[in-house]
């Protein structure tokens, strides 16, 4: 269970740490492989959402996952991408949050993870939390937590 204190200034702010799903850079599962390159390619990002047609998250693509699929047995060929959906190759195993309001496991699950999706109940993509926004927000905590309480040492704890 997190600190109340702790929690408190986490909250702090009155920008939210969830970046909304409109703008965060995504493809569709049934989009082909050179599809996604493209993505990952313009945006910069080395791994993105894919949604499906219902705007369902589904799972994630890298691009590492993407350039592998160009690998023949002596030589890339960047046209085996045009034949390949980003569903044939997506990581679809992977921890989302419903209740990003839950910041204790928002926490732990960004320790193993650079951003996590976020989904309401019927698996619609709704935005994601990044490990960026929420240490800037462990930066605020750290340089302001005697601004907002007392703070004693216990040296018996």
């Known amino acids: 269970m997190l600190d109340k204190a702790v929690e408190t200034l986490l909250r702090m702010s009155k920008d939210s740490y969830i970046i909304p799903g409109d703008v965060v850079a995504n493809v569709s599962d049934t989009n082909n492989c050179y599809h996604a390159l493209l993505v990952l390619t313009q945006t910069g990002y080395s791994k ?6 219902k705007e369902q998250f589904c799972g994630f693509v890298s691009l590492a996952m993407v350039t592998k699929q160009m690998m023949e047995s002596d030589r890339m060929n960047p046209d085996r991408l ?3 959906p980003v569903s044939e190759i997506m990581e679809s195993d992977v921890a989302v949050v419903e209740d990003p309001n839950d910041l204790e496991q ?4 960004l320790i193993n993870e650079p951003f996590l999706p976020v989904v309401n109940e019927d ?22 937590l005697e601004d907002y309480f007392q703070v004693s040492e216990n040296a018996d704890k």
């Open 48 to 53: 993105i959402p894919v949604l499906n047609n």
């Open 82 to 84: 045009m034949k390949i």
């Open 106 to 109: 928002v926490l732990n699950r």
């Open 123 to 144: 698996r619609i993509f709704t935005g994601i939390i990044t490990r960026r926004e929420i240490l800037k927000r462990v930066n605020f905590l750290a340089h302001n």
